[in-house]
């Protein structure tokens, strides 16, 4: 019976860190005349957006000042006095007989034409006092009617109230949101249409949405929020056309039966509807003419009609606009090739439409209909929704590109907040509702009631916590699912081609990025880009020695800005002047398998910390399934000499360790021997940064070539669950369904054990594996360690409930773990070797070197079996406390 029993010791060797290439940033180069212009663009939106905010400011500043207020609301432009279109329920006019439609002539003593001569009058009198205004029954322009004088006591009135309040609050939401993605995207087109479209929604909110009266500032800011009234549709409607990409129609198609080219006009109008410079020109320039073709109405003396102090027809045309835009967003919605542009569509509709939806009804429709605005404010109230969709968006899909970190403890902070407020809340309704009654006299009554909230209180925060972590983090968690899903494809895929393919568009998929290319090691030695034969780097080039060193993603910039070396220097000077940022390198054992050289994200942000830890694990697998297919092809290659079982028996002798982890006050040996050549067994060592050691032994079903390759998959699967949990139950769950999901018909046996020296502690989970046997000095005899309570192979079912056991070591303990070849080794009768002859053999050895033990192990089974064929692997490792 061949053997292959593998064990070393020998310390790593580290290299100096004087070795290391990496050096100062390139300096920025001049500005060119583009980017001066984009910046000087970006500075007129600024001021624009802040002179919009001071407006808006100043409004809501006016509408809460205390000043002289006879409670006439005023027809706009009105000639030959002042037109009463309403008067405030309740206010100074009303009280003293002035109805709507009438015409105010003169105040105190002083004849009025205007708004502005009215507020001039109102200043030089103050609250409290009673003034005689003259009033004209029936409009300023309707002749011969009865005029009276009416006296009229002024009152200190603040116009703003809570409806103004909530509008002012929805403007300032929409501004700040929209401040916060043109401060990230400065540059670019939609995120500026957005800022713009943001700070109109401000000023129509504040400034057209707010009570009229006569006042010089209340006309300044009415005609700022009407001029936003009349802006506002075309730049709704355009950021629309344009987001998440400009619109693109094809209608213009070629005739299917003849291929005839569609006629001219029918092209020269699919160019114009597709987001096209004059499409824009024209929907601009429509409302203000239409507003201009009112006033000029207005002035000449004809009627128009008027919503909420401002022409019916710019409210129409408003609602046209809106339902437009909404149209082109459903569109975008649902037929963009990009998934996550499709979401960010999809989303901004939905809480667009809940938003818009109310207020076209309650706000323009209903009104247009009846004259009547008594409702708008119902149609203001859901357009909340809109802002917050924004801002949902930005966080959660990355809208318009930018990238927005919502750190955990704020997020589960604020909920908790929320939690107690309604706690506090249930606490009041509770005391209003049962106040004076016998229950609320019980001193055991808040008690009682604690007991029952507090825990309802604390079942509520766990239950959102979850959710929260789907809603805000679900890239985080997009990142792992990404790692897990590229450990099945490229473990199990034994084509470099597929690999560097799949590797490249995953990558650029995953984090958004402009491109991605990759170098690959050939079988000489050479890195050659991976569809570029001619773009190669040579087996000593310094740019590879820097990149094998550093060992981890590194930046063009913090590279040496010279080698010394003519090709290296080259090569760099080219992925910069391409555009690429950073470097990825894909070492394998100390081996630089390729490089994957990245461009910048979309969003223009930089890769931070944990991009680069997402990076470095892909790394690390890609250049173990690069190493892999590479050793296949070399393989592949020699099939004509040697058997196809020789190849994936050299595959798998690649993979197992070379050498045992040194972990003081431990010693291990291991070793495998595979029966018909490969074998489905293998064991390895997961080290960690807290001194941590991971034990993993396993034994797949089946042999020869498909066993060696679930091998390598389930070792893989194991390996990066590892990484992001610390249970060993946990961890068998979730790489149990990776593994069903690979190859159904095939299971993996496993066992996975936690060494944690500091405490003294192996936790350990089990899945098909035999017990290991724990000999403890002068503590009785050799027993097998504690069984968990599931041990299904993993692979077998989809869903199983592992669970973790724990044990102390001390001093002295020795474990043997092993695969059930040992046991299941027959002599030439059939006849097993069994448990009780392998507790015996290592019983009598236990106090000699591992090596010894391992040895006299294997050659006491040889005897049993005479010579008889092995049937199954064999794998085991010794570990002993020293």
Known sequence: MSSSVRAASAPAIREPAGDRKIVRRLPAGPRGPGET?????????LVLGFAGLAIAVASVADMFAARPYDGIVPVPYSRGGIEVRATAPGGPAQQAGIRPGECVQGIGDRVVNSSSAASSELRRHRIGETVPYLVKSGTCVAPGTQVRTVPVRLSSERLGGTTYLYAAALGFLFFFIGFFVFLRRPEDRAARVFFLLCVLFLLFFVCRLRPASYWWIDLFVQNTGTVSLFLLPAVFLHFF?????????????????????PPRWKEKLQEFLSASPGLFYLLYAIPPLWFLYDVIRQVRGERVAILSGAPLSSWI???????????????????????????????????????????????????????????????????ILIPLTFAYAIVRFQMLNIKLVVRRTFLYGATTAILFGL???????????????????????????????????????????????????????????????????????LDLGRIADYLTARVAATMRLQ????????????????????????????????????????ALEEL???????????VRARLLQEGF???????????????????????????????RNLLSTLANQAALAIETALLHDEMTRQAELKRDLEIARDIQASLLPRTLPLVPGFSFFGGSLPARVVGGDFYDFIPFDDQCLGVVIGDVSGKSVPASLLMVASKEIVYSRALTTRDPGKLFQESNRRIYAIKRRMFVSLGYFLLDPAAMTLRYAIGGQPLPILLRSGDGGPRFLEPPEHRLPLGAFREVAYDTQEMFLRSGDLIFFYTDGFSEAMDPSMDPYG??????????????????LARGLLADIRTHVSGAEQYDDMTFLFMRVE
């Open 37 to 45: 212009d984009r910046a000087a663009a970006s500075v007129w939106f």
């Open 560 to 570: 040496a800005a010279s080698f010394g070396e003519e090709e290296s220097d080259e």
């Open 835 to 852: 448990e009780e002859r392998l507790i015996a053999s290592v019983a009598k050895r236990k106090s000699e070197p591992l090596e010894e």
């Open 515 to 554: 491109k991605a290319s990759l170098w690959l090691r050939d079988r000489d030695g050479w890195l050659e880009r991976r569809g570029r034969r001619e773009d190669r780097i040579s087996p000593g080039g310094a740019l590879r020695h820097a990149l094998r060193r550093e060992g981890k993603p590194i």
């Open 581 to 611: 940022r950073l470097l990825v390198p894909l070492v394998y054992r100390d081996r630089l398998m390729g490089i994957l050289a990245l461009q910048e994200k979309l969003s223009g942000e930089k890769f931070d910390r944990e991009d």
């Open 423 to 493: 706690y506090a809340l249930g606490v009041a309704m509770a005391n209003a509702l049962f106040t004076g009654s016998r229950l609320s006299a019980s001193p055991y009554f808040n008690f009682g009631f604690f007991l029952v909230i507090i825990p309802l209180f604390e079942f509520v925060r766990r239950r959102l916590q979850t959710p929260l972590d789907r809603l805000f983090f679900r890239d985080k968690l997009d990142y792992q699912s990404a790692l897990l899903e590229m450990s099945e494809a490229i473990t199990g895929e």
């Open 241 to 261: 056309l344009i987001f998440p990409r400009p619109k693109q129609l094809d209608f213009a198609r070629p005739d299917e039966w003849t291929g005839e080219p």
């Open 317 to 383: 045309m408003l609602g046209d606009y809106l339902v437009l835009g909404l149209i082109s967003l459903a569109h975008s919605a649902f037929t963009l090739p990009d998934a996550r542009e499709r979401r960010q569509a999809f989303h901004v509709f939905v809480g667009t439409i809940l938003g818009t939806a109310p207020f076209d009804l309650l706000g323009i429709e209903l009104p247009t209909a009846f004259n009547n605005d008594d409702y708008v404010f119902y149609g203001i109230v859901p357009m």
